[in-house]
């Protein structure tokens, strides 16, 4: 969870109307609103693939053999831990710091 909460912090970034105000110079307020909530969309998009990614451990559209990933703990020296974590991707929405599960965002 600590790694979640880490992608998190990341995509709540893209929540604020503040973090898009200056490339929507000159926009409404309505619209600047609009632009964070699809900057934050996305963000979320993009977290939830690369979870996904790592919780499948390959490439799913490689024809080829290729290396997987994993995501493995590591103690606060650096030291693994021996913890692989995984079923992350089951995780994402239930990490949602405002505990809304990202309704925000996915418009439910």
Request: net charge negative; hydrophobic share 45%.
């Amino acid at each position: 969870m600590v790694f979640l909460r880490a992608v998190w912090r990341e995509i709540e970034r893209w929540r604020d109307p503040e973090a898009v105000a200056g490339l929507a110079e000159g926009a409404s307020d309505a619209a600047i609103e609009l632009a964070a909530q699809a900057a934050a969309r996305a963000a979320l998009d993009v977290a939830s693939v690369i979870v996904q990614l790592i919780d499948n451990e390959e490439d799913i559209e490689s024809t080829e053999p290729l290396p997987g990933w994993l995501l493995v703990e590591c103690e606060a020296d650096g030291t693994p831990s021996g913890r692989v974590l995984g079923g992350l991707h089951e995780s994402v929405l239930q990490t949602d710091p405002r505990r809304i599960e990202a309704e925000d965002m996915r418009g439910s």
